[in-house]
């Protein structure tokens, strides 16, 4: 791996398997480091927020970290964070489970809602509509490997923010990837999707800070 | 376009060896459960189940190692059952890389350990495994059975695949015991008996011979579709029965 190779924190707040996550950004040429430091967090060139089980319980986790502000100051100041399933989901407004409503950190409009679909949890592979403009690496029918009960299912107030809404369809639309400023978030799994998750994930390194070609430096 | 059918593959593995045989064409070691599940990556599967039939505590830490370096090289869900006794044991296996976790007789001595994991977890790692054979005893006709289908545990399968929904199961492996080995293609029924008390996914398991046996299995309420010896001896592949899936009008990957 060259040492231009974009250094990227995969944050580690206690939430399940982030070993999948870890490997698949290494195979897509990111130097990976598993980390709860939220000073490696906040200066890595990409952060990623992964996140499985319930919103509240995630939400618990980053607030016992501390993480949010780090998480927002980022997205702020256009530094790259991508966050995967209920990682992508806390970045919202809130979320309801349960029939209790968690506050998210309200980076992305709406709330996170139970999907109205004859079987839940969406589990498996589901095709994607991704829009036009999109840097996601992902095309139009795509599939990736979902596993969810709950997602962002008001698309208008995404869509008003200016952000590139990918989609899916499981009975009903839902947010299934969002791309806004530096902040990007998939309600799928990347580091599960085999080759389409290697080709989002690679887009995604590629597009770090330190993966874009700079003039090379002057012999000593 | 919509959810795919899912095509499993399942290894049994024991003391970190897959048994019970696999012939693949260009593996240089069949018995490695990670070469393996390379294999079956790249011939399509969309997750992998591996069954941890170790009898001896002692060899709990290879099945961990066996999930390390699948995790490392292959990116598909990965499910690993047996053994699982206790919450803490599910947190060890997602740890170790599995995204989800099959429970099958802990859950049956004690049905509040499937609302536990459900809680701490998420219902989505939880896949329920159901051992069923026919039992006119039964109100369904359907019993649970242990010890590899030899002892019926005095409960309704289709009323237990129904609670452990209730309690918090994300996923129900209905693996009957009758067709198992048969090759004489699933038990339908007991996938429509199933399908209809329950609304998270059922991957229908036990009795596939050949690529046509799939579809039915789908058309009965299946989600996903397992087998072991047809694939693991080169009988029927994943591209098959996919093939035969998208034959029958049923979405695959």
Redo the contacts between chains.
């Keep these: 791996m060259p040492d231009t190779a974009p250094r990227v924190v995969v944050l580690d707040y206690g939430s399940?398997?982030l070993?999948?996550a870890e490997?698949?950004l290494a195979?897509a040429g990111a130097a990976v480091a598993v980390t709860a430091d939220l000073a490696a967090a906040a200066t890595a060139d990409g952060l990623v927020v992964p996140g499985?089980?319930?919103f509240a319980?995630c939400m618990a986790g980053l607030e016992a970290l501390g993480a949010g502000p780090v998480i927002a100051a980022r997205v702020a100041a256009g530094r790259p964070v991508l966050g995967i399933c209920?990682g992508a989901q806390v970045m919202f407004d809130g979320g309801a489970e349960h029939g209790v409503d968690t506050p998210g950190l309200g980076l992305l409009p709406g709330t996170v809602t139970r999907l109205a679909a004859?079987?839940?949890?969406?589990?498996?592979?589901?095709?994607v509509r991704v829009p036009a403009g999109s840097r996601l690496g992902a095309r139009d029918?795509d599939?990736f490997?979902f596993?969810?009960?709950y997602a962002a299912q008001d698309l208008g107030a995404l869509r008003a923010t200016g952000a590139l809404v990918t989609t899916g369809?499981?009975d009903v639309p839902f947010a299934a990837a969002v791309e806004w400023g530096a902040l990007t978030v998939t309600q799928f799994?990347p580091?599960?999707?085999?080759g389409t998750?290697?080709a989002l994930l690679r887009a995604w390194t590629a597009g770090l800070p330190a993966a874009i070609p700079t003039a090379p430096a002057p012999a000593p | 376009?919509?959810?795919?059918?899912?095509v499993i593959p399942c290894l049994d593995v024991d003391a970190g060896r897959v048994v019970k045989g696999v012939r693949f064409a260009d593996l240089r070691d069949a018995g490695d459960p990670v070469a393996l599940a390379a294999a079956y990556?790249a011939a399509g599967a969309?997750e992998l189940t591996f069954l941890d039939v170790t009898a001896s505590s002692g060899d709990r830490a290879t099945m961990l190692e066996v999930v390390?370096r699948t995790?490392?090289?292959v990116?598909?869900?990965l499910t690993v059952g047996g053994g699982v006794r206790e919450v803490a044991n599910v947190d060890t296996l997602?740890?170790?890389?599995?995204?989800k976790v099959g429970v099958n007789t802990a859950a049956i001595a004690r049905p509040a350990l499937i609302g536990e994991i459900a809680?701490?977890?998420?219902?989505?790692?939880l896949v329920l495994s159901l051992d069923v054979r026919r039992a006119a005893g039964q109100p369904s006709g359907f019993e649970v059975t242990t010890h590899g289908g030899r002892r019926g545990a005095e409960l309704d399968a289709v009323a237990w695949a129904r609670e452990a929904a209730d309690r918090g199961a994300?996923?129900i492996l209905l693996n009957s015991m009758d067709a198992d080995g048969t090759k004489e293609g699933f038990d339908l029924e007991l996938i429509r008996a199933v399908r209809a008390v329950v609304?998270?996914?059922v991957v229908a398991s036990g009795g596939a011979g050949r690529a046509a046996d799939f579809p039915p299995a789908v058309a009965a309420g299946a989600?996903?579709v397992l087998a072991a010896s047809i694939f693991h001896f080169g009988e029927v592949s994943i591209a098959q029965v996919k093939r035969a899936l998208a034959d029958a009008g049923q979405p695959v990957?």
């Design positions: 399940g398997n070993r999948s490997r698949a195979a499985v089980g319930a319980a209920v004859a079987r839940v949890p969406h589990m498996g592979w589901n095709t029918g599939r490997y596993v969810h009960s369809t499981h799994h580091e599960k999707s085999a998750g290697a | 376009m919509s959810l795919a059918v899912r990556d969309d390390r995790a490392e090289s990116f598909i869900p997602l740890r170790a890389g599995a995204d809680q701490r977890f998420g219902r989505q790692v994300g996923e609304d998270i996914p989600d996903a990957r």
